[in-house]
């Protein structure tokens, strides 16, 4: 699979009509406002990765849809489009009953899993060099894509919550059909409860004879952030040992001067909860494939990250710390 080309994030609003409420003032003896939106961890790959939504649930702890939102018109989201602290709102303000939900369905459009009698005009998809290839997404259009929270809303008050896509982990190719897989791994997260981590990376981190990243672009270069202010970086690989598996990953962009000439690198990872995480620095972000264990190396390992909600927390990665970790 070829290298990705690099998209400048955009902040996208997305308004759609639901079932129930109607905004304006809630009744605070039993209701709140909700507004739930989705976001995205890149991968190397693509140029887009397009999905799109019809409906929106709220589940009981029983699997149970308590509230359901459907969309009068399906909307095709590009995740890759929304990095760093951009996201794009699937409710905004919707008035509900109070209390917890225990989980988000997002109930979406894609190609059948056979990947036979594709449709001219794919619902859902992935570009690659410039072509767009089908994107199944595993009973999306019956179960849908189903995300543990819980969800709170109290009485009065707006509660906003991110889904948070790690595309990196979430697909793969399906052999030769010419079709890929989406298979999901996410986070809920409560913006009121979320900071921001973000910072430059040193050029010489490029030089290293190991790095197979394009100096250039920044492509197959990004920082990997783990839960835990210790915890060894590892690859993306879908382990089991949720420890090691990067919570997040965040691309890495070039910094020009007024000459356009490369002065250094920079990025930034949204809604991360408050608390304590590792962040390291791969230049070979683009050797790894995802679903298989790659010895992926790290340039430079920072401990110790604490993340305050609501606060910008920068962390710079240098040559001379940590080089060679794996």
């Known amino acids: 699979m070829s290298a990705f080309r690099l998209l400048i994030p955009a902040t996208v609003a997305v308004a759609l009509a639901a079932c129930g409420g109607d905004g304006g003032s809630a009744d605070i003896s039993g209701t709140g406002?909700?507004?739930?939106?989705?976001?995205?961890?890149?991968?190397?790959?693509?140029?887009?990765?397009?999905?799109?939504?019809?409906?929106?649930?709220l589940l009981g702890a029983d699997d149970e849809p308590r509230l359901t939102f459907v969309l009068d018109t399906p909307q095709q989201i590009d995740l890759l489009?929304?990095?760093?602290?951009?996201?794009?709102?699937?409710?905004?303000?919707?008035?509900?009953?109070?209390?917890?939900?225990?989980?988000?369905?997002?109930?979406?459009?894609?190609?059948?899993?056979s990947?036979?009698?594709?449709?001219?005009?794919?619902?859902?998809?992935?570009?690659?060099?410039?072509?767009?290839?089908?994107?199944?997404?595993?009973?999306?259009?019956?179960?849908?894509?189903?995300?543990?929270?819980?969800?709170?809303?109290?009485?009065g008050q707006s509660a906003a919550y991110i889904v948070d896509f790690d595309l990196r982990q979430s697909i793969a190719e399906r052999g030769a059909t010419g079709c890929?897989?989406?298979?999901?791994?996410?986070?809920?997260?409560?913006?009121?409860e979320v900071g921001t981590l973000a910072g430059t990376v040193d050029p010489d981190l490029?030089?290293?004879?190991?790095?197979?990243a394009d100096p250039v672009s920044g492509e197959g270069a990004a920082v990997y952030v783990y839960t835990g202010a210790a915890t060894t970086?590892?690859?993306?690989?879908?382990?089991?040992?949720?420890?090691?598996d990067p919570l997040t990953t965040a691309q890495v962009s070039p910094v020009t001067d007024e000459t356009d000439?490369?002065?250094?690198?920079?990025?930034e990872v949204g809604f991360l909860l408050a608390g304590d995480y590792t962040a390291a620095f791969t230049c070979q972000a683009g050797e790894d494939l995802g679903e298989q264990d790659d010895a992926i190396t790290f340039g430079d390992v920072e401990n110790d990250i604490s993340i305050q909600a609501e606060t910008v927390t920068t962390v710079d990665f240098q040559a001379s710390s940590g080089a060679g970790n794996e």
Do not use: H, W
């Open 233 to 244: 970086p590892d690859d993306a690989d879908s382990s089991t040992d949720a420890d090691i």
């Open 33 to 57: 406002f909700v507004s739930l939106g989705v976001t995205d961890a890149p991968v190397d790959e693509a140029d887009a990765v397009v999905v799109t939504f019809t409906e929106v649930q």
């Open 206 to 212: 490029f030089a290293d004879a190991s790095c197979s």
């Open 81 to 113: 489009a929304l990095q760093g602290n951009n996201s794009a709102f699937l409710i905004e303000g919707e008035e509900v009953p109070v209390g917890e939900y225990e989980q988000v369905r997002l109930l979406v459009d894609s190609v059948p899993p």
């Open 261 to 267: 000439t490369i002065v250094g690198y920079s990025y």
């Open 180 to 192: 890929y897989n989406l298979r999901p791994v996410v986070r809920v997260v409560d913006n009121a």
């Open 115 to 155: 990947c036979n009698n594709i449709p001219s005009e794919l619902p859902s998809y992935i570009t690659i060099d410039g072509v767009d290839y089908p994107l199944v997404i595993p009973s999306g259009e019956q179960s849908g894509l189903k995300f543990q929270g819980p969800i709170t809303v109290a009485a």
